[in-house]
């Protein structure tokens, strides 16, 4: 019946209808999804890969519009601002940081209040702002004198008003992408029925296709964009992300009437401190025998939330205090949430316990990730970058990171997917637990590559050189770059899909907000760790593992640190994962029992079994 499986309330006319097409030909959506109109999505008219495909360009153009700004913003501040080098990599830092924070805000607002697609075009509609009202600045006011911001001509003072603008500016834009990224991931997840055999698979390709236009449209800013700002064109550079940025929003307008929709469901930050509150009070109250015993909603009342209802769960019984009934409760049971939780509102808290042991595990890897556009830059200005008369920019070299993401998801995809599938005899393959860890052991060979490469160079470092520069090709970095690529597809595209399939309905885009706080996380982490790690070996007159001079300092031995660190943080996730408990949602009982156990490694695999 259509009202108790689309969680919907529906006329009775259309009730009787929806039934009848329900038995033939099976039309509706049955997650629970909506059109433009509010109305239950029906399958064939709307969600499906045309809409996710206007979602996917979507994503590949305004990554190619924010990373146009991104990508040569430290330069940016040094040439045009006349900022030295430690005051502009400071200020990238915060300006980086600031984005992934932005995303819990666009976050909480589309849960809570807007739903994504409103999100989604508030935030794009602010990113053009900020890209528009930053080109107009650079022409108007920065770039002056004309020609300026290039390797050799410094631009003139300018004044607080001027500076204050374009700062003005570049935070519009991290709020407009900070706000957009965690709602598009999951905008673009809803238009697959979960619960249809057929879409749920294009559901899953559609995480590994979303990584891949990001990382596509970083790859023609880091290039094309990357070099007309690096010789001063940077008016034709921000205008390109600019005009990037408005066919984007076009596009994804363009699609409205083809979307499918999840309505918000309210304010969860009310709906925890509820559960926490009651269970409180109910701390010294007798447990139930049997989870039927406690406070739910019935169908028909559940369906004016616009999501699906969560069964019980073992674990942090303390919390389902919150759902038991007493006396008092009986006569007011729906006017008191303080003193009285459903057992769906008491689960989306035990479901975000659950998330945190393993989004604090990725954190580390983020460190890992973060390497690539830094030390890896660094490592290889001090290498061999010609290549007969040609001369290789050391931070193009992420181009490497790029094509490794784009050939690990087709060889996913097309290769190891199906060849697992048929070694395991399960038609899911690995799960998203499973790739995690996957990621993390291939994370722990990328840095030990780079150690090791590391110890090379030092040994052909040219010692008679005024420079002091190392002989050997900065080609030697490409392992390095391709195995972080590697590890991108399995954890970070497996953190999407984890957070997306384990989140309620009401907190997805947290759970896709999650994702880039882990990001954001490790960059703090990473520059925390650098500083730590250089007070401690700059001790007794030594120059430190990271100098000024890296030809003096011991990059290696921070290389393997982290490798150590890794290897140290999958132990921790392992164990972890082996204690998470999947969540459970009414209609999906083929999944309700599937809790995922992390068995053992052999060999550098790691193997997760379904129990």
């Not at 030390?375 to 008369?389: C, D, K, P, R, Y």
């Not at 291939?442 to 150690?451: N, Q, V």
């Not at 164990?575 to 999906?588: D, T, V």
Request: proline share 3%.
């Amino acid at each position: 019946m259509l009202g108790a499986d689309n969680k919907f309330p529906m006329k009775k006319e259309e009730q009787e209808g929806s039934e009848a097409i329900n038995e033939h030909g099976d039309e509706w959506t049955m997650d629970g999804s909506v059109d433009f109109k509010s109305r239950p999505a029906r399958r064939g008219k709307s969600g499906g890969w045309l809409a996710a495909s206007l979602v996917l360009v979507n994503q590949g153009l305004a990554t190619l519009a924010f990373f146009g700004v991104g990508v040569n913003l430290v330069i940016f501040l040094t040439r045009v601002l006349q900022q030295d080098n430690a005051a502009a990599a400071n200020n990238v830092s915060k300006w980086t940081g600031t984005v992934y924070l932005f995303s819990l805000i666009g976050a909480f607002l589309s849960d809570s209040y807007w739903g994504r697609y409103k999100t989604c075009a508030i935030f794009q509609i602010i990113f053009v702002v900020g890209l528009v009202m930053l080109s107009l600045t650079s022409s108007l006011f920065l770039l002056k004198p004309s020609g300026c911001g290039d390797e050799h001509t410094f631009c003139e003072p300018h004044s607080g008003f001027k500076v204050g603008l374009f700062y003005l500016s570049v935070y519009l834009v991290a709020l407009g992408n900070g706000g957009y990224q965690p709602n598009i991931t999951t905008f673009g997840a809803d238009q697959f029925d979960e619960q249809d055999p057929t879409e749920v698979h294009s559901k899953i390709s559609f995480f590994s296709y979303f990584y891949l236009a990001l990382n596509l449209g970083s790859l023609f800013s880091n290039t094309f964009l990357g070099y007309f700002e690096n010789n001063g064109s940077w008016a034709l550079g921000f205008w390109a992300s600019a005009a990037s940025a408005m066919v984007a929003l076009v596009l994804f307008l363009a699609g409205t009437r083809q979307y499918r929709h999840f309505l918000p469901s309210g304010n969860p930050l009310s709906r925890v401190s509820q559960v926490i509150v009651a269970a409180a009070r109910k701390w010294d109250a007798d447990k139930p025998s049997t989870s039927k015993e406690l406070y739910e909603l019935g169908s028909k009342q559940f369906a004016s939330t616009g999501s699906r209802k969560l069964l019980h769960t073992e674990g942090f019984k303390f919390l389902d205090g919150a759902a038991i009934i007493q006396a008092k409760d009986e006569p007011t049971l729906q006017s008191h949430p303080w003193h009285l939780c459903t057992v769906t509102q008491v689960e989306e808290l035990k479901c975000v316990l659950r998330l945190l042991p393993i989004w604090l595990c990725t954190i580390l890897y983020s460190v890992v990730f973060t390497q690539m556009a830094s030390l890896f830059v660094e490592q290889g200005a001090v290498m061999e970058t010609n290549i007969g008369s040609f001369q290789i920019p050391p931070a193009s070299m992420s181009a490497f990171d790029i094509l490794s993401v784009a050939l690990f998801v087709f060889l996913y995809r097309r290769v190891l997917h199906p060849l697992a599938c048929r070694l395991t005899g399960n038609s899911s393959g690995p799960t998203e637990l499973q790739r995690m860890g996957v990621g993390l052991v291939i994370a722990i060979i990328a840095m030990t590559s780079a150690g090791t490469v590391e110890i090379y160079r030092l040994k052909h470092v040219c010692k008679a050189c005024i420079n002091e520069e190392s002989s050997m090709s900065i080609l030697w970095q490409i392992p390095q770059y391709m195995l972080i690529g590697a590890s991108e597809v399995f954890m970070y595209v497996g953190q999407l899909e984890f957070f997306n399939s384990q989140t309620p309905d009401g907190l997805k885009s947290f759970g896709s907000a999650l994702c880039m706080t882990s990001i954001s996380f490790g960059n703090y982490v990473s520059s925390l760790l650098v500083t730590i790690l250089m007070d401690i070996t700059k001790k007794g007159g030594k120059p430190g593992w990271i100098p000024d001079n890296l030809n003096k300092g011991h990059m290696d031995r921070f290389y393997y640190l982290l490798a150590l660190l890794t290897a140290a943080d999958l132990a921790v996730y392992i164990i972890c994962a082996k204690w998470y408990k999947s969540i459970k949602i009414e209609g999906k009982e083929d999944e309700a029992d599937d809790d995922y156990e992390i068995d053992d490694i052999e060999s550098g695999d790691l193997k997760v079994s379904v129990v």
